[in-house]
T-cell receptor, first 116, second 109 residues
Framework: DSGVTQTPKHLITATGQRVTLRCSPR?????VYWYQQSLDQGLQFLIQ???????AKGNILERFSAQQFPDLHSELNLSSLELGDSALYFC???????????????FGPGTRLTVT | GQNIDQPTEMTATEGAIVQINCTYQ??????LFWYQQHAGEAPTFLSY??LDGLEEKGRFSSFLSRSKGYSYLLLKELQMKDSASYLC??????????WGAGTKLIIKP
């Protein structure tokens, strides 16, 4: 158990709909990352938040948005869903920044999104 | 551009040794990570290299050569449970991780 929690575990929805994925980081971790992993594909970095502020953006679509709240939990909002958005969505957390070049990301169990 | 290359798939025999290579070209370098990911599960941290040389951790070792932009993960005494994908990730100059596509390792009895 990494200490990172994600809800829900599974989500099935229809095209055009909007969903919210939730993540609680490990206690003490200030940084949260969101990743998308389609079937048999690598991890695609979406976005990072640090202590409530957006820190870095990866390949995140305009239909997707995220935020990190004062209690450090984070939500990823996916709207106007398309079939191609079906994937595993992982949240990870880290203590970044702690010291130069020394942090590891702890991953949550993921949310499996199926768009029908 | 920034790029990380790993073989897509490798096959090895239970009890044997396998080496998974990773080459990278990134803007800056603060360290290299190896993660293991079983199908449908979350990645889990295996090792971290920031200086050249070999880091050993039980059956797993990781090597880094910064001048060559090269790393490898060495798995010894392979077990069936080692069947998984192995992800190489490099921390660039802005502290962001750049991920390779992963190497799927298949262990045969």
């Amino acid at each position: 158990d990494s200490g990172v929690t994600q809800t829900p575990k599974h989500l099935i929805t229809a095209t055009g709909q909007r969903v919210t994925l939730r993540c609680s980081p490990r206690s003490g971790d200030l940084s949260v990352y969101w990743y998308q992993q389609s079937l048999d594909q690598g991890l695609q970095f979406l976005i990072q938040y640090y202590n409530g502020e957006e820190r870095a953006k990866g390949n995140i679509l305009e239909r997707f948005s995220a935020q990190q709240f004062p209690d450090l939990h984070s939500e990823l909002n996916l709207s106007s869903l398309e079939l191609g958005d079906s994937a595993l969505y992982f949240c990870a957390s880290s203590v970044f920044p702690v010291q130069e070049g020394a942090y590891e990301q702890y991953f949550g169990p993921g949310t499996r999104l199926t768009v029908t | 551009g920034q790029n990380i290359d790993q073989p897509t798939e490798m096959t090895a025999t239970e009890g044997a040794i396998v080496q998974i290579n990773c080459t990278y070209q990134t803007s800056g370098f603060n360290g290299l990570f190896w993660y293991q990911q079983h199908a449908g599960e979350a990645p889990t941290f295996l090792s971290y290299n920031v200086l050249d040389g070999l880091e050993e951790k039980g059956r797993f070792s990781s090597f880094l050569s910064r001048s060559k932009g090269y790393s490898y993960l060495l798995l010894k005494e392979l077990q069936m449970k080692d069947s998984a994908s192995y992800l190489c990730a490099v921390e660039g100059s802005n502290y962001q991780l750049i991920w390779g596509a992963g190497t799927k390792l298949i262990i045969k009895p």
